[in-house]
């Protein structure tokens, strides 16, 4: 049998180890945390793949200044479904993001939901941060109009007279069929 003093050494050391292990864990475990906020950053057009979700947001409150984070395509607010890079321009319903040190853009898609509501900018100067998932009795703003997605198909989709029909190539052929709720 050993020792009292042997046991409790041998329990001091085991808890030493123990509490060592979990240090080691928890200092792994921030360091994937970190990288990963980190990865979900979007700063140059190849950091998010075609058909991948981004957020975009503005910068110190600058609508001009925006950063883009990668997301999940359910995620709460107004999401853009990634659909291509160019060295131009962008489709015609397309939205973009420039980067610097690359002329290359990351044409955008909003990533509409039937039967929700969303203000659109309308002015030249509007910005990706202006689009916004809303209320279908929200205001506009001066700047945007509300409308809401009546349908959504494939490219072969035909809107109804009076909708506006909003039709993207890429990344697979879309269309949203939006009724005019508010004006700006």
Do not use: H
């Not at 042997?6 to 001091?12: F, I, K, P, S």
Request: charged fraction near 20%; include cysteine; aromatic fraction near 6%.
């Amino acid at each position: 049998m050993a020792e009292p003093s042997e046991v409790r050494t041998r329990n001091r050391a085991r808890r030493v180890v123990v509490a060592i292990a979990a240090c080691v864990a928890l200092v792994v475990l921030g360091a994937c945390s970190s990288v990963e906020r980190v990865t979900n950053n979007v700063s140059k057009p190849t950091d998010v793949a075609i058909g991948q979700c981004v957020q975009v947001r503005s910068t110190d409150g600058d609508d001009s200044n925006v950063e883009a984070t990668k997301s999940g395509c359910d995620a709460e607010g107004m999401t853009f479904i990634a659909s291509q890079v160019v060295p131009g321009e962008c489709g015609e319903f397309e939205n973009y993001l420039t980067f610097p040190d690359t002329s290359d853009r990351l044409c955008l898609m909003p990533n509409f939901a039937q039967g929700e509501c969303y203000a659109i900018p309308q002015s030249a100067g509007g910005s990706l941060v202006d689009f916004k998932e809303v209320d279908c009795n929200a205001d506009a703003g001066p700047d945007s109009v509300v409308y809401l997605v009546e349908t959504t198909g494939d490219g072969s989709l035909e809107c109804a007279e009076g909708q506006v029909k909003a039709a993207y190539e890429k990344p697979e052929p879309r269309v949203f069929c939006l009724a005019s709720l508010s004006g700006g």
